[in-house]
Structures are given as structure tokens and as C-alpha cells.
């Protein structure tokens, strides 16, 4: 399975958009990007996915580079409520996902 | 839609009992998974089904954790006997069939064993 990188930690304005970034240079050809979030005691909630094309919903955008070595999540608002740990996933289709430390977003009022 | 139903949402336990913690997945979805979630070691996949039989089992810790999915709405997750480090959060997710489908989660059991 590809290994992701991603900051320990980020603090973000209340109102202003939030760039998460993620390093997966060993991602394959066959593997999507997959954003997840937690709020603290609450299960793993969805956020998007993309395999080569950026992506956008009501959520979030998905900025993926052509070489799709990195990818950027967008929260193009940020509210308090946005105050989550990340985790950035490469996933082969159907397959495992599993979990790495995760982005740690701050979001200050 | 329900989502994914986890029970009970808390459990305290002593060591050495058995424990079994129960999961419903989202109606019509094929893929389920178990996860468990604490401080040092993050979240863990434990095992994932699909159409109800195991195809990786590689993340159970040991013999004393067992899982089972009995029929398309119903799984188990058994401890026994079980120990002061099995204490953390154990998350069952779910995924339809369908290609790159994201997997959705319940809200966990919390389980502590004293």
C-alpha cells in the first residue's frame, strides 16, 4: 500500500479556506486519494476522493498534481466545527484502507 | 438510512471476561470492516468481509479476537478473554460493492477492560 506524509498539525482562520497537503509519491496507477476526518470521539467521516481529476462537493475540493504525487485538500471556509484530525488515504480499488497519523487542523476563531 | 449501527456504544469490563461487540452495516452494502482506534497506535484494521466471508483477518492481534458475520446485517467482533491493553474505541465501517466506494463508519464502541 502507498505510504502518505502529511503535517503534524495546522491552525486555520475562522472563515478563510484551509489547505491540507499530502505527499504520496509511491501512489499507483490503480490507486485513488481518499479524505477522511475526525472529530474527536466520533467515527471516521468521508470527506471526497479522486483518482487523476480535481474534485469538489459540498464538502471540500480535491486538487490532485498531474504526476499525482501530492494532492490538497480545500475547505474553502473554515468553521469551528471543521476542528478535526485529516488523514489523507491511497486506496486500491475496493481494497484496504488503512490509516496513517493524520493532520491535526486547528480551526481559531 | 440508519448508517452504520454499532452496540453497545460504551462497555466496561474485568479482565478475563468475554466481550462482543456488535455491529449492523448500511443496508445492501457488501464490505465490512473492523477498526480499532487508540492513543499509541492510531486506527487498525482488524479484518474486513465481503458477502459476509473474511478475506483478511492479517490485523487481528492474536487468537483471542475473533469476528464473525453471520448474515448481510449482522457482525461480531469477540474478545475472550480479554485483557487491559484490548481497551480502545472499536470502530465496524461499511462500503457498497461498487468501485472506489468510500467506506462509511458508526460511531464506535468504547470498550474498557480493568
Known amino acids: 500500500d502507498a505510504k502518505t506524509t502529511q503535517p503534524t498539525s495546522m491552525d486555520c482562520a475562522e472563515g478563510r479556506a484551509a489547505n491540507l497537503p499530502c505527499n504520496h509519491s509511491t501512489i499507483s496507477g490503480n490507486e485513488y486519494v481518499y479524505w477522511y476526518r475526525q472529530i474527536h470521539s466520533q467515527g471516521p467521516q468521508y470527506i471526497i476522493h479522486g483518482l487523476k481529476n480535481n474534485e469538489t462537493n459540498e464538502m471540500a475540493s480535491l486538487i490532485i498534481t498531474e504526476d499525482r504525487k501530492s494532492s490538497t485538500l480545500i475547505l474553502p471556509h473554515a468553521t469551528l466545527r471543521d476542528t478535526a484530525v485529516y488523514y489523507c488515504?491511497?486506496?486500491?480499488?475496493?481494497?484496504?484502507?488503512?490509516f496513517g497519523q493524520g493532520t491535526t487542523l486547528q480551526v481559531k476563531p | 438510512d440508519a448508517g452504520v449501527i454499532q452496540s453497545p456504544r460504551h462497555e466496561v469490563t474485568e479482565m478475563g471476561q468475554e466481550v462482543t461487540l456488535r455491529c449492523k452495516p448500511i443496508?445492501?452494502?457488501?464490505?465490512l470492516f473492523w477498526y480499532r482506534q487508540t492513543m499509541m497506535r492510531g486506527l487498525e484494521l482488524l479484518i474486513y468481509?465481503?458477502?459476509?466471508?473474511?478475506?483478511?483477518d492479517s490485523g487481528m492481534p492474536e487468537d483471542r479476537f475473533s469476528a464473525k458475520m453471520p448474515n448481510a446485517s449482522f457482525s461480531t467482533l469477540k474478545i475472550q478473554p480479554s485483557e487491559p491493553r484490548d481497551s480502545a474505541v472499536y470502530f465496524c465501517a461499511s462500503s457498497p460493492r461498487r468501485d472506489s466506494s468510500p467506506l462509511h463508519f458508526g460511531n464506535g464502541t468504547r470498550l474498557t477492560v480493568t
Open positions: 443496508s445492501g452494502h457488501d464490505y
Open positions: 488515504i491511497v486506496r486500491p480499488n475496493t481494497g484496504k484502507l488503512i
Open positions: 468481509f465481503n458477502n459476509n466471508v473474511p478475506i483478511d
